[in-house]
């Protein structure tokens, strides 16, 4: 079990596992040439690919969307966002999958009134995904110019093989961990919920 082995294993294991969703591949590969600052494919996309082929699903199974999330605090409008969220349209038409991208350094603006929670102002797209509900969410790849992947897991990866979400307290409310928790519980039975801190 590659929860179990080395961190070198896991990573091998990882770049192996995502490399069966085509659909993941070519959104890497599309999302490189948009050159974004400090981009990330990032979240559900990632973890439940390891997920399905864990569980020897089809790699794409009960995925619902694929995130790139990018940091870009030289202009915080929306139009600029937006104009970087309709090149994308462009860019990953024909997909069999929704890609959404977001500007990591807006998040603040608007997360409040989305979550109900204060968000205080992400320093980089790592800040961003270190503040995930889920421990396990908390993982970025994308591909360097030079063909290379680079991975960011802040709490590793063994969770992500052993099919366990673990509670990430540091923004996101418990209703938000638990509801996520119980989609991803209906489409992977065999995943281990561990509770929110009480």
Request: charged fraction near 25%; aromatic fraction near 10%; charge should be negative.
């Amino acid at each position: 079990m590659l929860g179990r082995r080395s961190l070198d294993e896991q990573l091998e294991g990882l770049r192996s596992a995502l490399s069966r969703n085509e659909v993941l591949t070519e959104v890497m590969s599309r999302a490189a040439t948009m050159e974004l600052p400090g981009w990330y494919v990032t979240a559900g996309c990632l973890f439940q690919t390891v997920w399905n082929v864990v569980t020897d699903k089809p790699p794409t199974s009960g995925i619902k969307d694929y995130d790139i999330f990018y940091f870009d605090a030289a202009d915080l409008s929306w139009e600029a966002e937006d104009a970087v969220i309709r090149a994308g349209q462009k860019l990953f038409a024909g997909l069999p999958a929704e890609v959404e991208i977001r500007n990591e350094a807006r998040v603040h603006l608007w997360y409040e009134q989305k979550f109900g929670v204060p968000c205080p102002p992400h320093e980089s797209t790592e800040a961003a995904i270190d503040s995930f509900a889920s421990t396990t969410c908390c993982l970025g790849v994308r591909r360097e110019a030079d063909g290379g992947w680079r991975i960011y897991a802040p709490h590793g990866l063994s969770d992500v093989f052993n099919l366990v979400v673990r509670p990430n307290p540091v923004l996101a409310p418990r209703e938000v961990y638990e509801t996520k928790a119980a989609r991803w519980r209906c489409e992977w039975p065999e995943l281990t919920v561990l509770p929110w801190p009480g």
